[in-house]
């Protein structure tokens, strides 16, 4: 995947728009920071507070900076998109910025669904599936004009068919998954099931990047797997609901096999590009949010950490640990090699490390201190103000390598 890289090829462009995005995302969160340190600086603002910014930083990272770099690597899997088709694609990848942009003047103004990551509502709830849409209809003619004829590309191209019915059905307010009642959270089985989407993107992407020409013993295995833990989680949907349920607890605690199982496997291949460093990153936070998702799940610790910065901790971890690493490793794996090296910049790098695992370790000691009193945020004190401070400076860390990363990957020497 050595095409160069012009205006008119959609995967670099996808995973330029993402960049972008990652720091419009950061930005409003650096924001927000700020707001919990100096609450004066909002009071210009009038009624966009912070609970109607709260909706752009969650959906620029969730949608810019996490979903393209995936519609990258879809569109890089089907050769036609980045000949004949660029120009489609290339459209595709703007009117869904586009559509982000919008949101956020949507969210700003108050205008959500009221669903965490599914604040697509009115006229958008309608039009970023049809963008989604146009993105598959580029696929299909893709395929029908390509060489890529298998059975498990048609298989995929059908299961991503689905996807713009599904957000629209999701954004609905009146359509919501299990939850468990005690504590208004997911279930066991609810997570497993989630967490399995990610654990088969681990699976498919040695594959899809033609890594794989046969099936080894390893990869076997790990499907087999796989196939049981599905099986496992449909089973765990019929028990009780409560995360008090042992069943419920066994479940999710199947999660912490996958760590070590896909990285062995990782291990043996023989990656694109100098992808060796955030691969490490990778698995050091999967390992860690699978072991601090299992923990935070047990009773008596989910019961007095749910609706405190203890979750704002592991939301981090997932997503500027684990899913930041992933997305940034598979970006290595399709655009040219002078662009995947823009991410190891050493400095960019650990800078961005070390600033969400202090994010992470400030936010749970302040779970913490939530738990103990009430008073903590109610009547915040110095303590408050110290943990405050330390998130907003987290915050100005991982801004300024992801400006880096945006500058240089689009600008590239």
């Known amino acids: 995947m050595e095409t160069e890289p012009t205006e008119n090829d959609p995967v670099v462009g996808a995973v330029r728009h993402a960049l972008f995005w990652l720091v419009a995302g950061n930005s409003v969160g650096l924001f927000l920071a700020l707001m919990l340190v100096l609450p004066v600086v909002g009071l210009p603002l009038g009624e966009a507070t912070y609970g109607r910014w709260v909706p752009l930083h969650l959906n620029w990272q969730l949608y810019g900076w996490t979903a393209l770099p995936l519609v990258a690597w879809v569109l890089g899997l089907f050769p036609e998109c980045r000949r004949r088709l660029a120009p489609w694609a290339v459209m595709g990848v703007r009117s869904w910025s586009v559509i982000l942009g919008l949101g956020g003047l949507y969210w700003l103004n108050g205008r959500t669904s009221g669903k965490i990551f599914l604040d697509w509502t009115g006229s958008l709830r309608i039009l970023f599936p049809l963008v989604i849409l146009n993105l598959w209809a580029v696929l299909i003619a893709a395929w029908a004009l390509g060489k890529n004829r298998s059975v498990p590309a048609v298989v995929g191209l059908l299961i991503l068919g689905c996807v713009p019915y599904s957000l629209y059905f999701a954004s609905d307010p009146a359509v919501y998954p299990p939850a468990d009642p005690s504590t208004g959270g997911p279930t066991g089985a609810s997570l497993l099931n989630s967490t399995l989407s990610v654990v088969c993107l681990f699976l498919l992407l040695p594959r899809s990047l033609g890594l794989c020409r046969n099936f080894s013993s390893m990869e076997k295995l790990l499907w087999l797997v796989f196939i049981g833990a599905i099986i496992l989680g449909l089973l765990a949907n019929r028990l009780p609901l409560s995360h008090d349920h042992p069943g419920q607890i066994a479940a999710l605690a199947t999660l912490g096999f996958w760590p ?59 997503m500027a640990g684990f899913t930041s690493s992933f997305v940034i490793f598979l970006i290595q794996q399709v655009v040219p090699q002078h662009l995947a090296r823009t991410f190891n910049h050493r400095v960019s790098f650990w800078t961005w490390q070390a600033a969400t695992l202090v994010y992470i370790v400030v936010m749970t000691i302040a779970g913490f201190q939530e738990a103990r009193s009430a008073g903590f945020t109610v009547s915040p004190g110095a303590t408050y103000f110290v943990l405050s401070s330390l998130r907003l ?21």
């Open 260 to 318: 070590p199982l896909i990285a062995c496997w990782y291990y043996c291949l023989k990656w694109r590009g100098p992808s060796k460093l955030w691969r490490r990153a990778l698995f050091f936070w999967f390992g860690l949010l699978t072991l601090h998702g299992i923990i935070a799940y047990l009773p008596g610790i989910l019961d007095q950490f749910k609706f405190t910065n203890a979750l704002v901790a592991h939301s981090h971890l997932a």
């Open 393 to 413: 400076l987290c915050g100005l860390a991982m801004f300024a390598s992801s400006l880096h990363w945006w500058r240089t990957f689009s600008h590239p020497q």
